[in-house]
């Protein structure tokens, strides 16, 4: 899920940080009975803090850029090796996220061009 400063955390870590943060304030001030509505979280990369609700923390958008890039990973980490349709025999060890696609080493250089807004990682690194 993407926090609104634009990091990205599991489902399940947010959710514990809105656990932990809502006992906090239930043992500070002993009168909820039960988890608040609201609770403040912090982004643990920039600290930026966001006051926010379990449904609300439910409702936040999935980064598709991580999770496909999750899906290529998970698929590149099997025994077939992944090649490239367009550049016959390149493996597709590289990862163009505005694109949100795997591509190859061919791919880089000719059509996925940082010069031309493309950001690639290399997925082995």
């Given at each position: 899920?993407m926090?609104?400063c634009?990091?990205?955390?599991c489902m399940d870590?947010?959710?514990?940080?809105?656990r932990?943060?809502?006992?906090?304030?239930q043992?500070?001030?002993?009168?909820f009975?039960?988890?608040?509505?609201t609770?403040?979280?912090?982004?643990?990369s920039?600290?930026?803090?966001?006051?926010?609700?379990?449904?609300?923390?439910?409702?936040?958008p999935n980064d598709h850029t991580i999770?496909?890039?999750?899906?290529f990973?998970?698929?590149?980490?099997k025994s077939?090796?992944?090649?490239c349709a367009?550049?016959?025999?390149?493996p597709l060890?590289?990862f163009?996220?505005?694109?949100?696609m795997p591509?190859?080493?061919?791919?880089?250089?000719?059509?996925?061009?940082?010069?031309?807004?493309?950001?690639v990682?290399?997925?082995?690194?």
């Amino acid at each position: 899920k993407m926090l609104h400063c634009h990091h990205t955390f599991c489902m399940d870590c947010l959710y514990q940080m809105y656990r932990v943060e809502g006992e906090f304030r239930q043992s500070l001030t002993g009168v909820f009975r039960g988890m608040p509505l609201t609770v403040k979280i912090q982004c643990p990369s920039c600290r930026e803090g966001v006051l926010i609700s379990e449904a609300e923390l439910r409702r936040l958008p999935n980064d598709h850029t991580i999770m496909e890039l999750l899906c290529f990973v998970n698929q590149t980490g099997k025994s077939d090796i992944q090649y490239c349709a367009k550049h016959q025999m390149q493996p597709l060890n590289f990862f163009c996220e505005p694109c949100i696609m795997p591509v190859c080493c061919d791919c880089t250089v000719i059509d996925h061009k940082e010069s031309k807004g493309h950001i690639v990682v290399n997925v082995d690194e």
